[in-house]
């Protein structure tokens, strides 16, 4: 295996990273996520018209518990005493979309980018199961790490 690849052991098979021996650092992520809806859904998601409630709020929630059970679903990651979670869901009427930002902070040994990807990741998912019974086609992409700072790697910003 290659030595780039820090969640292999000497046999090659997974393992934690023993982050122990790292220097607790402010650590910063930013991810997004893009749910593409049809006119009709966009507007009952708008006008709050979808029978399941609020999407935005709902989303919203279910986004920062995405972000705080990332430990859980992501078998590798550890578990990281956030500062805060914050996601931001805002409707692109252009693009008939809903356009999603989570941002994660956290003073630790090991960086949130799966945390903040989990936010926006589980957002979206959280727009598609409230939506879905009104339209099936629904598409979630667009989902990515937009910055990162902290850390022993640096920094990172999407261009």
Do not use: W
């Not at 550890?78 to 356009?99: A, F, Q, R, Y």
């Not at 040994?109 to 589980?122: D, F, I, K, P």
């Amino acid at each position: 295996m290659s030595s780039d690849f820090t969640h292999f052991n000497d046999e090659g098979r997974a393992r934690m990273v023993n982050v122990g021996e790292k220097d607790v650092t402010h650590r910063t992520a930013r991810a997004q996520a893009r749910v593409f809806v049809n006119a009709d859904t966009f507007a009952l998601i708008k006008s709050g018209g979808m029978k399941k409630g609020d999407v935005l709020t709902v989303a919203q929630v279910a986004g920062v518990m995405g972000a705080k059970k990332t430990k859980d679903i992501i078998p590798m990651c550890h578990p990281i005493l956030m500062n805060g979670i914050d996601l931001s869901l805002t409707l692109n009427e252009e693009d008939l979309s809903v356009d999603i930002i989570s941002k994660v902070s956290c003073d630790g040994r090991t960086g949130v980018e799966m945390e903040a990807l989990t936010a926006a990741s589980v957002a979206a998912l959280t727009v598609y199961d409230m939506c879905k019974a009104v339209q099936k086609d629904i598409i979630i992409s667009d989902i990515c790490l937009l910055d990162k700072s902290g850390g022993v790697h640096g920094d990172f910003h999407r261009e």
